[in-house]
């Protein structure tokens, strides 16, 4: 039994669902999942209070979801797993990337998801329905386009080797359109690239959030350009939509469903029974 942690700061598209993408009809037998959050802050002192948390109990496998990874309460909790000899795995956004090169020397795993973009987070504009819309524009775009399989494949392999007593070798995986989309496994090559160009768009969101958030400071300019972000997230949704579409027309839909001791089964036929690889 793989015991497995998952820290919670903050919010980015991959963190609302990633437990159930580890067990998605709840019938793993082979690990137990905890999460433990302190919501959408992510100030030191809220990091603290999270890994006194963490170490209260002891698993094989931490996996810390959280925009911009670089932040100081993202990398409190890392460094404190990692001073402890634990098995860490990070999943952030595009402003991790210029961190790479230190996970790796601390030993920590990583998975940086570019087009996991920035929320338009100013008063003005964002409110809870606009941010939770948002939310489920970038999931479907993380979906679609083959994150969330990434995720699966990529965790399930540290998980068998914790099972097989071995040394996991952690992820380091920066997630472009290319990466992305090898995962989604899209038959249909006009399925591939409207999945590639959903993942571009949703990528370059973060020129404008960022924009808007950090760089213009009058009311009247920042927030038509966040509501044009959101909109642009928006059709990378319905495009990423209409690629997984294609493959339901030929019936050629892979499904990668787990079997209760973890396997990842897999199925492209919607009629026929999910088998090993």
Do not use: W
Request: proline content about 4%.
């Amino acid at each position: 039994m793989v015991k497995v942690c998952i820290l919670k700061l903050g919010c980015i598209g991959a963190s609302p669902l990633l437990e159930y993408v580890l067990d998605e009809r709840a019938d793993r037998g082979d690990i137990e999942v905890r999460v433990l959050s302190v919501g959408a802050k992510m100030t030191e002192a809220h990091a603290e209070e999270l890994v006194k948390k963490a170490l209260a109990e002891d698993y094989d496998l931490y996996i810390i979801p959280s925009p911009n990874a670089s932040l100081p309460g993202p990398t409190k909790v890392r460094n404190a797993l990692g001073e402890k000899g634990k098995n860490v795995i990070v999943i952030s956004d595009a402003p991790a990337r210029r961190i790479t090169k230190e996970l790796e020397e601390k030993g920590f795993g990583y998975i940086i998801i570019l087009a996991d973009s920035m929320i338009g987070a100013r008063r003005g504009f964002l409110d809870p329905v606009e941010m939770t819309l948002f939310n489920a524009d970038v999931i479907k775009v993380l979906a679609a386009t083959g994150v969330v399989r990434l995720l699966q494949v990529e965790l399930d392999k540290v998980i068998n080797s914790l099972k097989a007593g071995e040394k996991p070798s952690l992820p380091k995986i920066v997630v472009d359109k290319e990466v992305a989309t090898k995962y989604a496994e899209y038959r249909n090559p006009y399925a591939k690239a409207k999945a590639m160009a959903a993942y571009e768009i949703a990528v370059k969101v973060a020129d404008l959030t960022s924009e808007g958030c950090f760089k213009i400071k009058e009311r009247d300019r920042y927030i038509p350009i966040l509501a044009a972000a959101h909109e642009i997230m928006r059709y990378a949704a319905e495009l990423a939509d209409e690629a997984r579409e294609i493959e339901k027309y030929g019936d050629t839909l892979v499904r990668t469903p787990h079997s209760s001791d973890g396997t990842i089964l897999f199925k492209e036929k919607l009629m026929e029974e999910a088998r090993g690889r």
